[in-house]
C-alpha cells in the first residue's frame, strides 16, 4: 500500500476480508519524516537554531535528544563491539 499510489489504499481488515495474509506498506512514514525534516530546515533557516522539543507537532512523541537516537541506533553496542576488539574509538566516553 502506498498513499497517492496507483493501487486504491484499503486497510487492513479489508484486506484481511479479501483473503491477503499480508499488507506492506514500504513508504508508511517517509510523509512524516519529510514533513518533519521540512519543518526542523525552515526552522534553521529562518532562526539559526534548533529548538530541543519534547514532543512533536500534532503531539507526536518525538526522541528525547541526540543520546536517545543515538541509543536507538545501537551506540551501545558500536562502543562495547570497539572495546572489545581493542579500539580506542570511544576512549573519551560517550
Known amino acids: 500500500m502506498v ?4 493501487t486504491p489504499l ?7 476480508a479479501l483473503g491477503y495474509k ?3 506498506w514500504p513508504c508508511f512514514a517517509m510523509t512524516a ?6 519543518q526542523a530546515a525552515k526552522e534553521l533557516q529562518t532562526t ?5 522539543r519534547r514532543g512533536g507537532p500534532d503531539g507526536m512523541a518525538v ?17 562495547a563491539f570497539d572495546n572489545e576488539m581493542g ?6 566516553g560517550v
Request: contains cysteine.
Open 3 to 6: 498513499a497517492g499510489g496507483v
Open 10 to 16: 484499503i486497510n487492513t481488515a479489508e484486506a484481511r
Open 22 to 24: 499480508i499488507v506492506i
Open 33 to 38: 519524516a519529510y514533513l518533519a525534516y521540512q
Open 48 to 52: 539559526g537554531t534548533i529548538a530541543e
Open 63 to 79: 526522541v528525547g535528544g541526540v543520546r536517545e537516537l543515538f541509543e536507538v541506533c545501537g551506540l551501545s553496542e558500536c562502543v
Open 87 to 92: 579500539g580506542t574509538s570511544f576512549a573519551d
